[in-house]
């Protein structure tokens, strides 16, 4: 008799499949990378804060908080686009 060979990765991960919520399972993890990527994002920005509050040269202080304002456009256009997802869900 002859056995199909299958690498352990492969067999471990049908077993964890599952067969009737992959959908909504895969969305939560998305929705997880998300928050994460904000929160980085976040992160960033009080970084930059606090670097602007140390800086004394004025040509490296203009970059820093044009860097700075780009920062916190993404972070209010990624809240936005939270709040328009939060809004269509509920």
Do not use: W
């Amino acid at each position: 008799m002859l056995r199909k060979i299958v690498a352990p990765v492969a067999a471990s991960r049908s077993l964890t499949r599952s067969l009737t919520r992959s959908a909504p399972h895969r969305a939560s993890l998305l929705s997880f990378t998300k928050q994460e990527a904000t929160m980085a994002l976040y992160q960033h920005i009080e970084e930059l804060r606090a670097e602007l509050n140390a800086c004394i040269d004025r040509r490296e202080k203009a970059q820093i908080t044009a860097e700075l304002r780009a920062a916190e456009a993404e972070l209010a256009a990624r809240e936005a686009a939270l709040d328009r997802e939060l809004a269509a869900a509920g």
